[in-house]
């Protein structure tokens, strides 16, 4: 049997549903958070909760759900599934009486040679709304990873009609120049694992630079390196975008993800 949590308790997880005529879902009204497992620890859970309530307060999102008691029924389920290796999935969703679940999924695992050759990745034009929140409006993010997927790439970039390349759909964006690290400051999810880098970048006495990356900077080779950030990958160097290879050298890329991981 497999658990599953619903407004802190503990049931099966076949019994954590809702109606699908309750309006917020309907109108996806909701914030989610995906945190890994690993050993059985529940990984940074502290800074993902904070973001899961950030994206609550940003949307609005009312709820009464406490922060010491939402972690003791994490761990609950936890223990309860027996799985030391997991991707623990938050979903929040709102209304007159707010829904919290929480389950568990395999942790994806990515080929080695990703992280030392290089991956590809597509350009797709699209601007999240509410972009500081994790919500539950992910159409254009499926739509993003559904063309990279049918074309062979690992993640969709998304670019705003400036031309500035934001954010993957699921990862945070990268960009190396001499010994500086570049991401965007704005208009971008803060991704608990593109804290991390920042953190690290510097500890490694790397400068950052919070300003947008421009698309056509990226395909003129103006960065060393590029690459992308997200819970279960860490960082993942990208080699080539819309058929454009980008670089071959992966080394500030290669030593951040070893203090990731």
Do not use: W
């Amino acid at each position: 049997m497999k658990y599953a949590i619903k407004n802190l308790e503990l049931i099966e997880e076949k019994d954590a549903v809702i109606p699908v005529t309750q309006r917020e879902l309907f109108s996806s009204f909701g914030v989610y958070e995906s945190i890994k497992v690993l050993n059985g620890k529940i990984e940074y859970l502290d800074d993902h909760l904070d973001r899961l309530f950030e994206s609550a307060r940003i949307l609005k999102l009312e709820h009464s759900f406490k922060v010491h008691f939402v972690k003791e029924s994490l761990n609950r389920l936890i223990k309860a599934n027996k799985e030391k290796t997991s991707s623990l999935k938050l979903q929040l969703i709102g209304g007159k009486n707010p829904t919290l679940f929480a389950f568990t999924t395999e942790l994806p695992i990515y080929p080695e040679k990703y992280y030392t050759d290089g991956v590809r990745v597509i350009s797709y034009m699209g601007e999240r709304i509410f972009p500081h929140a994790k919500s539950n409006c992910l159409l254009l993010n499926y739509m993003a990873a559904r063309e990279a997927s049918l074309s062979g790439a690992l993640d969709a970039i998304l670019i705003d009609r400036y031309g500035s390349a934001l954010e993957g759909s699921r990862s945070n964006l990268f960009a190396v120049k001499s010994n500086s690290l570049i991401t965007s400051g704005k208009d971008v999810l803060y991704g608990v694992t593109r804290k991390r880098t920042i953190e690290i970048a510097e500890k490694l006495n790397l400068s950052m630079e919070f300003k947008k990356i421009a698309l056509k900077d990226i395909k003129e080779h103006v960065f060393d390196e590029v690459f992308i950030t997200s819970t279960s990958m860490g960082a993942i160097p990208v080699r080539i975008i819309d058929d454009i290879n980008i670089g071959s050298s992966f080394s500030v890329t290669s030593l951040i993800n070893k203090n990731l991981l």
